[in-house]
């Protein structure tokens, strides 16, 4: 072969090459690849220093190929360890509708994980570790085998999907536990309309039956923070199926890319997010943490909220699902519940006044709940006096002192204020 011959086999070798960490994920920026192909045209322009430029391309193709080849080797040895919890890792948008997240189908975890909190700040001092088990069904929520007749459905974000609490812990299966329900958590981190399009499509499918319970949750910290969508009618929903569909999976196989997760992470913490997070102590010298930007929320009075150029949405929402209820013949209760720092407003912010009974968010929820035929709690009153109580007690407390969501004792304590308030009993 001839030297012209070469140089073009070399650079046709090195553009696959050099396309292949992309494809696997472990680049995402395009600029990366014209950068990449500079020593290709160095050596396609080349004359006199073409055997410089050749040798260049030849170690980048190497480079290139082995990146991609380890970061596939990669995946099955340490994707789980890139990450804090397992519900992260596991996460996927849905094909059909990429508006929509699912965990992965089937998962079976079983190990240690820490907080949210501690994760953003990357300070090993701060973690409260816990072991959790992490199950999920066919349609990608976290259930165990499904019991029939189906007696309830909870619906949230990760406070209800039980973020940082092992399976049999969260307050929907202590419910199952302490009434012999049947419950169907239908949870899964995103905002209310994303919660509202969870329920209206997989009840399509689910064993429905008028009179069951559906027992929704609202976070005061972020609800009004998710911009949502703009079409309740669900046969106008962007739907997708065939290579659509399929381009929605493989943009999950990148996205979990170990190499491009790790600098991620790295990158996260020279970005500044744990700048957001606020530590202070509890009285035995213990760190507890605070996330600033829900705190945030705990403090808006009801006219901020109602100004928001999202409420208007979480009207919407709200209207939307009370017909779908209403049509099906499910019992309703909403449930509002507060941010970590609103119930230990003497540890966020001990020389601060005693605020209002509830946020903003849930005044304003309350309203509108009040028009429309939704029966709405705020849990926060409920959850102050317990967690109070408890800490008095035995210091103990009810959100994990490392995370924004609840530990195993304030799932308790909720599914305790879930049942007096909707099945008319005391959790014993």
């Not at 501690?118 to 929520?141: C, I, L, N, Q």
């Not at 419950?183 to 399009?197: D, T």
């Not at 500044?272 to 605070?290: N, Q, Y």
């Not at 102050?384 to 008095?392: G, Q, T």
Request: one cysteine or more; aromatic letters at 10%.
């Amino acid at each position: 072969m001839n030297r012209s011959g070469r140089s073009l086999g070399a650079a046709l070798a090195a553009v696959f090459a050099t396309a292949l960490p992309f494809a696997e994920g472990v680049f995402k920026n395009g600029l990366l690849e014209v950068l990449l192909l500079l020593p290709v045209a160095w050596l396609l322009v080349a004359t006199r220093t073409r055997e410089y430029a050749l040798r260049s391309v030849l170690v980048m193709t190497s480079l290139c190929l082995a990146l991609t080849l380890f970061d596939l080797l990669l995946r099955p040895v340490i994707g789980d360890r890139l990450h804090y919890s397992p519900m992260n890792l596991h996460q996927r948008r849905l094909p059909a509708l990429p508006m929509l997240g699912r965990w992965d189908a089937g998962v079976s975890f079983s190990g240690e994980t820490y907080g949210d909190l501690a994760a953003m700040t990357g300070e090993p001092s701060y973690r409260e570790p816990r072991h959790v088990e992490f199950r999920t069904d066919a349609k990608g929520f976290r259930n165990d085998p499904l019991r029939l007749p189906l007696t309830a459905i909870a619906l949230g974000d990760s406070f209800t999907a039980g973020v940082g609490v092992t399976q049999a812990k969260t307050w929907a299966s202590v419910l199952e536990q302490r009434l012999g329900w049947s419950v169907y958590n239908l949870s899964y981190p995103g905002g209310p309309y994303e919660q509202y399009l969870n329920f209206s499509i997989e009840t399509r499918d689910l064993p429905v039956t008028p009179g069951m319970h559906l027992i929704w949750t609202l976070y005061t910290g972020n609800d009004l923070d998710d911009t949502g969508g703009d079409t309740w009618d669900l046969d106008a929903l962007p739907w997708q199926k065939g290579l659509s569909a399929a381009l929605v999976d493989y943009r999950t196989f990148r996205s979990r890319s170990p190499l491009r997760q790790a600098w991620d992470s790295i990158r996260s913490r020279w970005g500044g997010i744990s700048h957001d997070v606020v530590v202070r102590s509890l009285p035995d010298g213990r760190p507890i943490l605070f996330y600033g930007p829900q705190e945030v929320w705990g403090r808006r009075g009801r006219a901020e909220v109602e100004r928001h150029h999202n409420f208007a949405k979480l009207q919407t929402t709200l209207r939307a699902m009370e017909e779908t209820v209403a049509r099906l013949g499910i019992r309703t209760t909403i449930i509002i519940l507060p941010t970590k720092g609103e119930v230990y407003r003497w540890l966020l912010n001990p020389d601060s006044p005693e605020g209002p009974a509830s946020s903003g968010f849930a005044e304003a929820v309350l309203a509108v709940c009040r028009r429309m035929s939704l029966t709405c709690l705020d849990s926060r009153a409920y959850l102050e006096s317990e967690a109070k109580r408890m800490f008095h007690r035995s210091q103990e407390l009810l959100w994990w002192r490392d995370d924004t969501h609840f530990n195993d004792l304030g799932h308790e304590v909720l599914a305790a204020f879930v049942m007096r308030s909707v099945a008319g009993t005391e959790l014993r």
